[in-house]
């Protein structure tokens, strides 16, 4: 009996599909997850001065579906996309390009408002913008967040001002300097480092905890979640 046993686990391993494969690979791409993300999208860099529009069509292509864009263009400013043939959904929202033999080239995962984001090992940070729901040209670019910020509990006075520098201080991340004469509660926390994630503002602590920031109406940032105290980032 266990020589039978262990003949058919052996047969359902050699049956097993290849490693390496993208979710969708063995499987068939639900309909209506194909049509919910077909769309026209804007591919971008973080610095928002590389852009591409490109369509994501539900015609099927090989082991995908068609991805629309001028190629010639496209592929000058964003080099992965030379590898790149066609699309797929992902999991939990997440949006798959794809090579001709189906592994993914790049992840998009759902951020908020209509926004994708990709973060490449050793290569940088890429958004992918539906244009049926954002305007990329409002969407904040990372070059807008550079220099001081004003800290402050709402309706209240300046705590900190803090400076997001541009210099690099580990992978897709910055140095933070701390300005002198800041409240105890920001001292304490010790931000040494941010990064702009899904369209968020991330400070960095030495130990590795984090504020996060979300943009405003009124283009300010708050803390979110809130609690259990507010705070809100402004410029001066």
């Known amino acids: 009996m266990h020589l039978v046993a262990g003949f058919l686990f052996t047969l359902f391993a ?22 919910a993300l077909a769309a026209n999208y804007e591919l971008a860099n973080a610095d928002g001065d590389r852009k591409c529009r490109m369509i994501l069509e539900t015609r099927q292509v090989g082991s995908g579906f068609a991805l629309v864009y001028n190629r010639a263009q496209c592929s000058q400013l964003f080099g992965f996309l030379g590898d790149v043939t066609a699309w797929l959904p992902g999991v939990a929202g997440a949006i798959l390009f794809i090579r001709s033999n189906g592994r993914t080239v790049v992840e998009f995962t759902e951020g908020i408002g209509g926004v994708y984001e990709a973060i490449r090992e050793n290569d940088a940070v ?35 001002r803090i400076t997001l520098s541009d210099t690099t201080a580990g992978e897709e991340r910055f140095a933070l300097i701390v300005q002198a004469g800041c409240d105890a509660a920001i001292t ?14 991330v400070l960095l602590s030495a130990s590795g905890e984090s504020l996060r920031f979300g943009r405003q109406e009124g283009g300010g940032w708050a803390k979110v979640p809130d609690t259990p105290r507010p705070l809100l980032m ?3």
Do not use: H, M
């Open 14 to 35: 050699l049956a097993s599909p290849a490693t390496g494969q993208t979710p969708n690979a063995a499987g068939k791409p639900d309909p209506a997850e194909v049509r």
């Open 126 to 160: 890429y958004f992918l913008s539906n244009l049926q729901f954002v305007d990329p040209s409002e969407r904040p670019q990372i070059t807008d967040l550079f220099g001081d910020w004003n800290l402050s509990r709402p309706g209240g006075a300046l705590i900190c």
């Open 188 to 201: 304490r926390f010790g931000p040494v480092s941010w990064r702009f994630e899904r369209g968020d503002v």
């Open 234 to 236: 402004t410029k001066p």
